[in-house]
């Protein structure tokens, strides 16, 4: 009797065939979406606050109902930029304002009555911001 005879040989590589094809049909397809990836890089650099101005409230001054001051570069309102400031407290705190800029992007102006700063608990001014 032959081992290797020509009819087992072709049998053999129809039901290797045969297995192969189901285990296909059985597997799930999957669907990724096309997206975007890369890696950049550019110069970060600093901001400059200056003429920093507090806004007291007139009917009670140890309330500071507004903070404004100079920013450089400009930040603009529009896209994504985006000025908060952190007011550090003696007790409690600390307390973070979002604020707005003008039309330039060189004023910064912050309501700070919501939680409601006061002369007598502010202890430091921390400006974070992007562009």
């Known amino acids: 009797m032959r081992f ?3 009819l087992r040989i072709v049998l053999v590589a129809v ?4 297995v192969a094809g189901g285990a296909y049909a059985f597997t799930a397809a999957n669907t990724v ?3 975007n990836a890369g890696s950049g890089s550019g110069t970060v650099s600093g901001y ?6 507090y806004g007291l409230n007139s009917t009670t001054p140890n309330n500071i109902d507004s903070l404004t001051f100079s920013i450089s570069p400009a930040v603009p309102s529009t896209g994504s930029g985006k000025v908060i400031v952190q007011a550090a407290l003696t007790t409690g705190g600390p307390n973070n ?7 330039p992007g060189t004023t910064v102006t912050c ?3 919501s939680p409601q700063l ?3 608990k502010l202890s430091t001014v921390t400006v974070v911001a992007a562009q």
Do not use: E, G, L, N
């Open 97 to 103: 304002y979002t604020c707005s800029t003008d039309a």
């Open 4 to 6: 290797f005879s020509p």
């Open 33 to 35: 979406p096309a997206t």
């Open 118 to 120: 006061t002369t007598d």
């Open 15 to 18: 039901v290797a065939a045969v």
């Open 48 to 53: 400059t606050v200056s003429s920093i101005h």
């Open 111 to 113: 309501a700070t009555t």
